[in-house]
């Protein structure tokens, strides 16, 4: 015996077309309807339960009936309780009363946005250290384009707009810690100053073995850029950051790889440079000599990763090379880089 009565059979039959359904039908179709109903309403409640609530609402309904490649009801996204009127001559039969609506109310009411489903889109940030031009990665010339307008309290032309073509979001702030900024102060400021050899290899130490460093690599990186290209003519601090550039590779603990873009240029700088440091007589071979270390350090540890990044070494190293307007400077860093990588360079030639 099933709880849906046939009166309720009867009804959706009318309702669909079929204006007289025998009894004996109705009642053979009770049943499965009501265990349909069941297996629906089972699938709601986990779906609820999932979600974390106590009320069942229309939304797990749909989830339910999504989750059974069955077409989702549609209409009855308001969140107000239904309600339920009885038929007249019928005790078990019910039906939901419906308010009635003036067509040109609905006609000039705006649009709702229509649900989106839950969907994963993957884009490159970066491929090999360079970031593509796609829409999804906002160029950092039409970033500074929207961070003027909002500046001065405008709005950027049309054409401009067009040019953006993305919904652009400014980056969040990247927020650390004082102990870190601390760190971060102390070490840059030892490595400027080189006062104290002593501390200066405790900080080497510090940042080869150190596991909560990583939130610093990208200060560190940029600190590193910018002290080799205004600082060729001092070679101690040279020195001191090729150091701080080994200890970053050597750390275990730091996820290296997406800088290495912007470590290769400095390190490079310090071996195929023109001149480094302000007296001829300074022993900038040593320096040069440890750069070429260092390159081949990368691109033994990160080759794997980066298929291109020794063809590319070697062809910066050869052009050097292959250059006779080039000082011997040049030519011997050159030379000293493209030996530290091994037998292998000549297949890259």
């Not at 019910?94 to 067509?103: G, P, T």
């Not at 940029?222 to 020195?239: G, H, K």
């Not at 291109?308 to 070494?313: A, G, I, K, Y």
């Amino acid at each position: 015996m099933s709880i849906v009565p046939k009166e309720t059979i009867q009804v959706i039959a009318q309702s669909i077309g079929i204006p007289h359904l025998a009894d004996e039908v109705a009642v053979a179709l009770a049943p499965d309807v009501e265990y349909r109903m069941r297996e629906i309403v089972q699938e709601a409640i986990k779906c609820m339960r999932h979600s974390k609530r106590s009320m069942l609402t229309t939304d797990d309904v749909n989830s339910a009936l999504s989750l059974l490649n069955v077409e989702p009801l549609y209409g009855f996204a308001s969140g107000d309780p239904m309600r339920f009127r009885k038929a007249l001559g019928h005790s078990d039969l019910f039906y939901m009363e419906d308010r009635d609506v003036d067509f040109k109310e609905i006609v000039e009411a705006t649009l709702p946005k229509a649900p989106l489903d839950t969907s994963v889109v993957a884009h490159w940030l970066a491929i090999e250290g360079v970031q593509p031009a796609i829409p999804e990665n906002v160029s950092i010339d039409a970033l500074a384009v929207l961070l003027e307008a909002k500046r001065m309290d405008a709005t950027p032309s049309n054409t401009t707009m067009e040019q953006l073509a993305v919904d652009m979001k400014l980056p969040i702030k990247h927020v650390l810690s004082r102990e870190l900024q601390l760190y971060f102060e102390k070490i840059t400021e030892l490595v400027i100053s080189g006062a104290d050899p002593i501390l200066l290899k405790d900080a080497y130490a510090s940042l080869t073995t150190d596991s909560g460093l990583h939130p610093l690599v990208p200060y560190f990186t940029q600190f590193i850029a910018d002290e080799v290209t205004r600082s060729l003519e001092d070679l101690p601090l040279l020195f001191s950051l090729m150091h701080v550039v080994q200890s970053l590779l050597l750390n275990q603990h730091i996820h290296i790889e997406p800088y290495l873009h912007q470590l290769m240029p400095s390190i490079i700088t310090c071996l195929v440079a023109k001149r480094l440091g302000g007296k001829s007589s300074e022993n900038h071979w040593e320096l040069r000599d440890f750069a070429a270390q260092l390159i081949a350090f990368v691109c033994q540890r990160f080759g794997h990763a980066y298929h291109n990044l020794q063809p590319r070494v070697t062809r910066t190293l050869l052009h050097a090379f292959m250059d006779p307007k080039r000082a011997m400077t040049q030519h011997y860093g050159a030379i000293k880089g493209l030996a530290s990588l091994g037998s292998r360079v000549v297949l890259y030639f």
